[in-house]
C-alpha cells in the first residue's frame, strides 16, 4: 500500500463518518439555509472536531458562500475541504538542525511513545542518520524492555538505567554517549502518569534543565504523543501539557480504526500546535509525516487523480 493508500485507509472510519455524513446532508437538501448548516455543524461535533472547531467551519463556511453567491449544496464538499487545509496550516516538518539534535517524547501512558519512538528511530535511519535512544522511562523495567526491542528492530543503539533511576541522569548519559559516537539525534522517552501531574511535569522540567546545560545550542523537538482514539479527551490532554512545556508538535497515534480523526483539525484550530506525525497502525512502517492536504483528501476522497 502506497503512503496515500496507508492514510486512507488509517481515515476510513474518519471519512465515513465526515464525508458519508455530509454527503447525506447535501442529498436531503436543494438548497443552502440555515438547518443545513446546523446539520453540518452536528456532523462535525460527532466526528471529535469539537464544538468550537464545528463552529468556526461553519461560520467560514457561510463566508465562503456568501462571498462566491453559491447556491448548490453539492459544492459545499469542496469549499469545507479547502477551509480545513487553510485551518490546518503550513506543513511543519522536524526541525533536527544541528548534531546531535534532541527529540523529546511526552504524553500520557498507553498513547503509543515507545512504539512512536521505534518507528522514528526507524526512519531516521533509514534517512543516514545515527540515532541514540534514552530509556527514561525508568517508571517499570519492562519499559525499558520494551524500547529495547525496539532500539533493536530499528537498528539504533539504546542508553538505560535500571528501573527507578532518575530520568534525567539517563538523559544525562544518553547525551554523554550521543557525543561520544557522533551521533545526529537523541530520542528520549519518557513516563507519563497524569493522576501524579505534578511529579511528572517536575520531571520533564528536570529533563529539560539536562537538555539545555549539555546541549545549549541543539535543536530541541519536543513531541506530545496523543492517543486519537480519546478524541476530546486528547485535545484536554494537549491544553494541559501545552501549559507545562513547550510543545514543537504532536504525534497523533491509533488514527487507524478510529472516528475520531478530527481532532487533528481541532488540535490546530485551539491550541494552534501542528501535528507532525501519525501513527496508522503497530508495525515499525506505520508512521506518517502529516500532511494537511493528503489529510482533507483522505476525509473527503478526492486526492485520488491529483
Ligand atoms: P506508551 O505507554 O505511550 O509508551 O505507549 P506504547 O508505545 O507502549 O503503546 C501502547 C499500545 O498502543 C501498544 O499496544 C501499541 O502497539 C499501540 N499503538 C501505538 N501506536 C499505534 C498506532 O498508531 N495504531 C495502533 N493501532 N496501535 C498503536
Ligand atoms: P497507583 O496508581 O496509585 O498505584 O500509583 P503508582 O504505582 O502508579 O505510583 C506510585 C508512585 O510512584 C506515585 O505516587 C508517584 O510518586 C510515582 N510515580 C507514578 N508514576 C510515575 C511516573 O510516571 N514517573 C515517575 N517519576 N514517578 C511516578
Ligand atoms: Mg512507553
Given at each position: 500500500m502506497g503512503l496515500f493508500g496507508k492514510i486512507k485507509a488509517g481515515l476510513s472510519k474518519t471519512k465515513a463518518s465526515i464525508s458519508d455524513g455530509i454527503e447525506s446532508i447535501i442529498n436531503s437538501f436543494t438548497k443552502i439555509d440555515e438547518e443545513l448548516f446546523e446539520e453540518l455543524e452536528e456532523i462535525l461535533v460527532m466526528s471529535d472536531m469539537g464544538v468550537k472547531t464545528a463552529t468556526d467551519i461553519c461560520d467560514s463556511l457561510r463566508a465562503k458562500i456568501k462571498e462566491t453567491?453559491?447556491?448548490?449544496?453539492?459544492e459545499i464538499k469542496k469549499l469545507m475541504h479547502g477551509i480545513i487545509v487553510d485551518m490546518l496550516g503550513e506543513d511543519t516538518p522536524l526541525k533536527?538542525?544541528?548534531?546531535p539534535s534532541v527529540i523529546l517524547v511526552i504524553g500520557v501512558n498507553g498513547v503509543g511513545k515507545t512504539t512512536s519512538i521505534g518507528k522514528l528511530a526507524s526512519q531516521l535511519k533509514l534517512e543516514g542518520k545515527k540515532v541514540v535512544l534514552g530509556a527514561a522511562d525508568t517508571f517499570r523495567a519492562a519499559a525499558i524492555d520494551q524500547l529495547g526491542i525496539w532500539a533493536e528492530r530499528a537498528g539504533v543503539s539504546m542508553v538505560k538505567s535500571v528501573e527507578g533511576t532518575d530520568p534525567a541522569s539517563v538523559v544525562f548519559d544518553t547525551i554523554s554517549s550521543a557525543k561520544s559516537k557522533g551521533a545526529d539525534v537523541i530520542i528520549c522517552d519518557t513516563a507519563g502518569r497524569l493522576h501524579n501531574k505534578k511529579n511528572l511535569m517536575d520531571e520533564l522540567a528536570k529533563i529539560n534543565r539536562v537538555i539545555s546545560r549539555e546541549l545549549p545550542d541543539a535543536s530541541l523537538e519536543t513531541l506530545l504523543v496523543l492517543d486519537a482514539t480519546t478524541g476530546q479527551n486528547a485535545v484536554n490532554q494537549a491544553r494541559e501539557f501545552k501549559n507545562a512545556c513547550d510543545i514543537t508538535g504532536i504525534i497523533l497515534t491509533?488514527?487507524?480504526?478510529?472516528?475520531?480523526?478530527g481532532i487533528v483539525v481541532a488540535i490546530h484550530n485551539e491550541l494552534s500546535i501542528p501535528v507532525k506525525f501519525v501513527g496508522?497502525?503497530?508495525?515499525?512502517?506505520?508512521l506518517q509525516p502529516f500532511n494537511a492536504k493528503e489529510f482533507a483528501d483522505g476525509i473527503f476522497d478526492n486526492g485520488e487523480n491529483e
Open positions: 453567491g453559491i447556491t448548490d449544496p453539492n533536527l538542525d544541528t548534531k491509533k488514527l487507524d480504526g478510529t472516528a475520531k480523526g496508522v497502525g503497530e508495525g515499525i512502517d506505520d
